[in-house]
Structure formats: structure tokens, C-alpha cells
């Protein structure tokens, strides 16, 4: 298939081996002389170890711990604060101590219930409130950043302003439920160690292990296997779990399997941060805003891991899409000796979203204005600085799209159509609801440049095959088939010839990490240059390779101290209207209908940006009022789907969306990132309907049945 369109949708390059099932993923994977390893993981959830006694172990059975690590005891992310096995203090339920290993899982869970160890237990932080009034205390705070307005300008405006309004905000955990739990198998030979598993970042996991062992480049290779999602769960968490199986299979001379079944998932890998918001806004006597502060504390749980990383993002998305007067940030990253929190869908915007949109209708309710006009009043314009002092230069259409979507989803008459019918039944209420957002492509600041370096490789066989050589991981979202498509449409080849083989550490260079939006728009560019170059080279017949590294954007230079710059060197835009249904009696929510419209910038294959769309709204909405995750004495409390409640097939309605054509210079045909964008407007809107059908404001989310009954009973006594 020769590509006219680069939009146009083609069969995805995997979509035989996962229709059919035949796709190994790494748990169906069986090599010789292999043998699975079990962790014990700590009871306790702050304290130190005073002594491991373990039981009498059978002919072939072992315990690996952190004696047994040549290198350092910590896992390489930012800060060498999380050991690969715990060996002194322990910080959270479920860290690893040790694993024993061998051949029958059976007999290896029943040792595992036979192992001692005596803890001395210490005064633990369950919570990000009891972190919030600790904060001054040592090893509470691992990062903080401030940014914006000063605060004696802040403080002047505030003295002539008409009110000030106050407001906090909480967002939950989110859980990733991918369909894949997390695996990792260490493959034993005398010359190298060969990790393979589900995955999205190759060389992070390499560079963990070249720490963990102490080793060099050639004694160690990653290979991704087939990948069941990731959603951020499979960024730097399995880097641990292939030090677990890589140190284990040096120890035993052995290859190591190590595979989480749902429940231990779900109750020791990273999930989404807790956030709590504070805002305090100053406005004149017809509702406008003349000054706006924002802090955010993030629940990073027992260790920093991507936490200040994260703290970034939430901190340049906290003003939304709106040029706000006299704005002022600052935020600050806590532990807790909880589960560590990290990479997830969003990174940190969907939470500042979620705050600062509920915070937008609720003072559009304030000024007596529709909240999409209210919101609309601020939105930033091509030209104007970010928050942090960087510039939107390319155009920006979400006037456009606010347009287009108000007259597919008739918004005027049915905010009124549904004030009428909610007068004449008591029970179920109509409400309907926007959120408007953005989200910012690849890597914070000068990262790309100064941290990632990207490089890309096309090999052509002398049989005139071509290769993508890259270490991006396909986990679902389609990138076997867009970079194939860029590749394929500068060559003029037929997409079915070029070729993606799963990324393996010995074959490929390091592209980058699988994360950020940054995949089409950094890796596609490179490819595409690279392509270019083959094709200006073409030999028929002779091997060939060509390679391509990152050349940076030059814009506003980056300061991360001083939190000033350009940010992001692009931005994609969203809006969604959500319509709900909510039951007064039981406080259950029924989605009616979805509208979302969308830029980024151009779309390289309709069918794959559809999943995208339709994935991401489904995830972003279920934050917003379905999915509940807990912590009790810091252990979590929902350990099955069924305990978590994702969205179901009855719980997801059409979703009729667009999206807007607008090229981007420095993407590959114009392309920019799509992959978080889609997740960060469901959970704002889908609480804005809420809030219309029960005519209330709600502080907080998921919005669950019991919160909303709470409210329900709260106004009743009020009004009583």
C-alpha cells in the first residue's frame, strides 16, 4: 500500500498476531533451564530490619538479596533513594526485601510464609495531609518549585480587590489497569545477561542494570517483549524488577521469571499521585480575576522516583489554558511511607486540570456567566507568554473548536432544555458539562537536548529491506504502524515493506523513552529526516545504514531553578462536553454523551488517533467519578479490578470526536503528540456536569455515588 494521505488509515502492523492471539507476551515464554522467582515484601510500613531469618530451603531453591548485588543497592532513576532489595530501613508495605527462587511457584509461596524477620517499627506518615503539616521536618520534602508573580504585587492587588476567594482541591490514585501485569525474565548465558519483558523504556532499564551490576555496555542487553499497555506503568517501574531477575539469574546461574499476578500489581507497582490544591483568587466587583495562587502538594509516596519530574508538569499546566493576571505557583513533592507513586497518562496535568477548571466554573457561578463564556474570556492566544514565561508561537484554534463543538452538541439549548427538566423530576437530573486543555510535547525544558539525544537508525538489507532501528516500545498505542507510515510515505515504499522488529538494546540506539507525547513528534521527525537522507543515498542492492540525531529547537532557553523558559517546543489542544444523568436517590452517573474535538497539528493514521481519543476519554472520564483507590494504615485497600471499578463496556458511550488539522513545522508532516492529550479533559468535564445537573460544587474527585449523596444530605440539612 503506496500512501497518498499520510492520515489514512492502514492495517496496524500487529493486528494479526493480537486478533488471533498467537502474540507471546512474556508470561507465555519458556526458555531451558529456567526458574521463577517470588518477592517477601515488607509488612510494616516504616522501620528497620534487625534480622532475616530464612527457612531450610530444598535442593535448588535460593534467596537473593542485597548481599548479592555487585553494584550499588538502588534502583537508577533521579535520586538513589529506592533500593533494589530493602537491607536497612524499610518505607513502605509490599517493598521488596528479598526473592527466593526455583522451580515450582507452589513450593515457593510456601516457603515464602516460612521466612522471619524482626522489625523495629517506627512512627510512619499514612497520609498527604499528615505530609502537608510535616513538611518542615527532614526527608518530608524531596522537591519544591516556585514560580510566577511576587507575592508583595500578589498581596497589593489582593487589598483593592472586591473579594478574595479561597478554594482547596483533592484528586485520588489512579490505578494504570493495563492488560498486562508486569513481567520481566532474566535470560542466564556465561557472556551476558539478556532482560526481557513488558516495558516501555529500554534504556532506562539498561542503565539500571549496568548500575546494579557493576558491569559494561556488552555484558548486558534489553529486549522489549509484546506489551499489553503501559499508560506510564511500564516506565520506571520494571527498571527494579529487572534488577530483581538480572541479579537473581547472576546468583543461580539460571534464567529468572519473575510475573505479577492482578492483586500483587495493583498493590505495589506506581499509580497516579494524590494532589491537594490550594487556590486563592482576587477578583473585582463583576467577577474578573485580578490575581491567582496556586500551591499543590503531591503524595510521591516512600520514594521520589519521577515525583519532581511530574511536580513540573502539574506546576506549567496549573493556569490551564487561560492568560490569568498576576499568577503565582508554587508546589512541592511529599513522602509518605506508601506505595511510590510515578509515571501515569497526563503526568502530573490531568490533576492540575481537574483543580483548575472545577476552580474556572466555579467562579463563572460566582460572576452569574455561562462557564464555557467565562472561560473562554481567558483563554491565551497565539503570541502570548506560558506561565512560565516562555511563548505560544504557533496558532492555536481552540476558538474554533469551542465553536464547533457547542453546535454539534446543541450546548446553549440543552443547558437550558435540561434546567426545565430537571424543575419536573426529582429524581434523575441532567447536567452538561465542558473542560478545555492542552498539553505540552515531549520532554520539560532543554531535557531532549541535554538528557535524552536522541538518535535514530534506518537499516536497509541488501535485498532492499528497510529496518526502523529506534528503542521505542509499541505498547498498544500504534506506533509499529505511524513510524512505519512516515518511513514508508518519504521512501515512496509500500507500508507493508518496511519493518519494526521489537527493540532490542544490541541493535538499536537510544531514541529516547517511550513517554511524554514525544514518540510521532521527536522520533517520527527523526525518522522522517532520516529516511530522506537514505533515499537522497539509495543503492539497490547494497546494505545500508543512515542515522539521524535530535537537533534542538532554539527558543526561550529553559531555567529549571528559576522555573522560566520555554517549556515544551509544541502544545496540543482539546475540548470536551460531556452529557450525565445523575440518579439523586442511589448518586449513580450515567455518561449520555461525549463531544470531543481536538489539534495535534496533523493526524498520521485516523484509526490509530480514534483509539487514542476514544482510550484516553474513556480513562480520563472514569477518574473523574469511577475509579476509587485507597489507602488504609498505608496499604491499599482495592488489590482486584472488581475492588477498583474501571470502566466497562456499559459504562463508555459513543464518543463523537474531531480533530482539527493544524501542521506543525518540526513534526513529521506535521504531527504533534496525541497519546496524554486525550485522557486530561474527561475528568474536569465530566464533574462540571455533575455539578450542572445537582446545580452544587464539588471539591474533589472521583466523584463517587457516596459523594454525591453526602452532598445531597448536606444541602438538605442546610436547607432544613
Known amino acids: 500500500m503506496n500512501l497518498k494521505d499520510i492520515s489514512t488509515s492502514v492495517p496496524r502492523k500487529d493486528h494479526k498476531g493480537k486478533v488471533s492471539g498467537q502474540l507471546p507476551y512474556i508470561s507465555d515464554v519458556k526458555v531451558e533451564n529456567m526458574v521463577y522467582g517470588v518477592l517477601y515484601r515488607s509488612p510494616i510500613a516504616y522501620g528497620k530490619i534487625i534480622s532475616i531469618q530464612l527457612p531450610n530451603l530444598p535442593e535448588g531453591y535460593e534467596a537473593v538479596g542485597a548481599e548479592h548485588i555487585p553494584g550499588p543497592n538502588f534502583v537508577k532513576i533521579i535520586k538513589e533513594d529506592q533500593p533494589v532489595f530493602a537491607n536497612e530501613w524499610i518505607n513502605y508495605i509490599g517493598e521488596p526485601i528479598l526473592m527466593l527462587v526455583g522451580k515450582d511457584l507452589n513450593i515457593l509461596y510456601g516457603l515464602l510464609d516460612e521466612v522471619k524477620i524482626e522489625f523495629e517499627e517506627h512512627p510512619p506518615i499514612y497520609t498527604l495531609e499528615e505530609a502537608i503539616k510535616q513538611?518542615?521536618?527532614?526527608?518530608?520534602?524531596?522537591?519544591?518549585?516556585?514560580?510566577?508573580?511576587?507575592?508583595?504585587?500578589?498581596?497589593?492587588?489582593?487589598?483593592?480587590?472586591?473579594?478574595?476567594?479561597?478554594?482547596?482541591?483533592?484528586?485520588?490514585?489512579?490505578?494504570?489497569?493495563?492488560?498486562?501485569?508486569?513481567?520481566?525474565?532474566?535470560?542466564?548465558?556465561?557472556?551476558?545477561?539478556?532482560?526481557?519483558?513488558?516495558?516501555?523504556?529500554?534504556?532506562?532499564?539498561?542503565?539500571?542494570?549496568?548500575?546494579?551490576?557493576?558491569?559494561?555496555?556488552?555484558?548486558?542487553?534489553?529486549?522489549?517483549?509484546?506489551?499489553?499497555?503501559?499508560?506510564?506503568?511500564?516506565?520506571?517501574?520494571?527498571?527494579?524488577?529487572?534488577?530483581?531477575?538480572?541479579?537473581?539469574?547472576?546468583?543461580?546461574?539460571?534464567?529468572?521469571?519473575?510475573?505479577?499476578?492482578?492483586?500483587?500489581?495493583?498493590?505495589?507497582?506506581?499509580?497516579?499521585?494524590?494532589?491537594?490544591?490550594?487556590?486563592?483568587?482576587?477578583?473585582?466587583?463583576?467577577?474578573?480575576?485580578?490575581?491567582?495562587?496556586?500551591?499543590?502538594?503531591?503524595?510521591?509516596?516512600?520514594?521520589?522516583?519521577?515525583?519532581?519530574?511530574?511536580?513540573?508538569?502539574?506546576?506549567?499546566?496549573?493556569?490551564?489554558?487561560?492568560?490569568?493576571?498576576?499568577?503565582?505557583?508554587?508546589?512541592?513533592?511529599?513522602?509518605?511511607?506508601?506505595?511510590?507513586?510515578?509515571?501515569?497518562?497526563?503526568?502530573?496535568?490531568?490533576?492540575?486540570?481537574?483543580?483548575?477548571?472545577?476552580?474556572?466554573?466555579?467562579?463563572?457561578?460566582?460572576?452569574?456567566?455561562?462557564?464555557?463564556?467565562?472561560?473562554?474570556?481567558?483563554?491565551?492566544?497565539?503570541?502570548?507568554?506560558?506561565?512560565?514565561?516562555?511563548?505560544?508561537?504557533?496558532?492555536?484554534?481552540?476558538d474554533e473548536m469551542i465553536e464547533d463543538l457547542v453546535t454539534t452538541s446543541q450546548y446553549k439549548k440543552k443547558k437550558e432544555d435540561f434546567q426545565t427538566l430537571n424543575q419536573l423530576n426529582h429524581r434523575y437530573k441532567k447536567g452538561i458539562g465542558t473542560s478545555l486543555f492542552l498539553h505540552g510535547c515531549g520532554f520539560t525544558g532543554s531535557g531532549e537536548r541535554d538528557h535524552i539525544k536522541a538518535k535514530v537508525k534506518l537499516f536497509k538489507s541488501k535485498d532492499d529491506q528497510v529496518s526502523l532501528k529506534i528503542s521505542n516500545s509499541d505498547m498498544g498505542q500504534g506506533i509499529f504502524t505511524t513510524l512505519c507510515k512516515i518511513v514508508a510515505k518519504e521512501l515512496d515504499l509500500p507500508y507493508e515493506e518496511i519493518l519494526f522488529p521489537y527493540p532490542d538494546t544490541k541493535e538499536v540506539p537510544d531514541s529516547g523513552p517511550t513517554v511524554a507525547s514525544r514518540t510521532t513528534m521527536i522520533v517520527g521527525k527523526l525518522l522522517e529526516r532520516a529516511a530522506r537522507k537514505l533515499k537522497t543515498q539509495w543503492q539497490t542492492g547494497v546494505e545500508q545504514e543512515v542515522v539521524e540525531n535530535y537537533v534542538h529547537r532554539e527558543m526561550i532557553p529553559w531555567n529549571e531553578k528559576s522555573f522560566t523558559g520555554d517549556a515544551y517546543p509544541a502544545y496540543s489542544w482539546g475540548a470536551n462536553i460531556v452529557e450525565v444523568e445523575v440518579d439523586t436517590v442511589t448518586g449513580n452517573v450515567k455518561l449520555e454523551k461525549v463531544y470531543a474535538n481536538y489539534e495535534v497539528g496533523k493526524v498520521i493514521d485516523e484509526r490509530v488517533m480514534k483509539g487514542q481519543i476514544d482510550g484516553g476519554l474513556a480513562q480520563g472520564l472514569a477518574y473523574g467519578y469511577l475509579e476509587k483507590m485507597t489507602t488504609k494504615e498505608g496499604k491499599i485497600q482495592q488489590k482486584s479490578i472488581s475492588d477498583y471499578g474501571p470502566p466497562t463496556s456499559m459504562d463508555v458511550v459513543s464518543i463523537q470526536s474531531k480533530v482539527f488539522d493544524n501542521p506543525y513545522e518540526d513534526g513529521p508532516y506535521g504531527a504533534k503528540g496525541a497519546g496524554e492529550l486525550t485522557l486530561i479533559g474527561g475528568a474536569p468535564a465530566v464533574q462540571a456536569a455533575i455539578e450542572d445537573a445537582l446545580q452544587t460544587c464539588f471539591q474533589q474527585i472521583p466523584i463517587t455515588p457516596e459523594v454525591i449523596i453526602e452532598s445531597l444530605w448536606m444541602r438538605e440539612g442546610e436547607e432544613d
Request: with cysteine.
Open 135 to 398: 513538611k518542615a521536618a527532614p526527608g518530608v520534602t524531596m522537591a519544591h518549585y516556585e514560580f510566577g508573580e511576587s507575592l508583595e504585587v500578589i498581596s497589593a492587588i489582593e487589598q483593592g480587590a472586591h473579594q478574595i476567594i479561597e478554594e482547596e482541591y483533592e484528586t485520588g490514585y489512579q490505578e494504570h489497569v493495563y492488560l498486562e501485569p508486569q513481567g520481566m525474565l532474566a535470560i542466564y548465558k556465561d557472556d551476558e545477561i539478556v532482560v526481557q519483558g513488558s516495558m516501555q523504556c529500554l534504556y532506562y532499564i539498561k542503565n539500571s542494570l549496568l548500575s546494579a551490576l557493576a558491569c559494561g555496555e556488552d555484558d548486558v542487553r534489553v529486549v522489549q517483549s509484546p506489551t499489553g499497555g503501559g499508560f506510564g506503568g511500564k516506565e520506571e517501574f520494571p527498571s527494579m524488577m529487572a534488577c530483581h531477575v538480572a541479579i537473581a539469574a547472576k546468583v543461580v546461574k539460571k534464567s529468572v521469571m519473575l510475573v505479577f499476578d492482578r492483586s500483587e500489581d495493583m498493590l505495589v507497582t506506581t499509580k497516579r499521585h494524590p494532589a491537594k490544591f490550594n487556590y486563592r483568587t482576587a477578583l473585582d466587583d463583576k467577577g474578573n480575576i485580578l490575581s491567582m495562587c496556586v500551591e499543590i502538594f503531591l503524595d510521591a509516596g516512600a520514594n521520589e522516583g519521577l515525583s519532581s519530574v511530574v511536580l513540573q508538569r502539574a506546576l506549567i499546566n496549573s493556569a490551564g489554558v487561560y492568560k490569568i493576571p498576576h499568577f503565582h505557583a508554587k508546589g512541592y513533592v511529599l513522602k509518605t511511607n506508601t506505595v511510590p507513586n510515578g509515571a501515569f497518562r497526563g503526568f502530573g496535568a490531568p490533576q492540575s486540570y481537574a483543580g483548575i477548571e472545577s476552580l474556572m466554573g466555579h467562579l463563572s457561578k460566582r460572576a452569574n456567566i455561562d462557564p464555557l463564556a467565562y472561560k473562554s474570556k481567558y483563554l491565551v492566544k497565539q503570541g502570548d507568554p506560558t506561565v512560565t514565561m516562555g511563548k505560544f508561537r504557533d496558532p492555536i484554534l481552540m
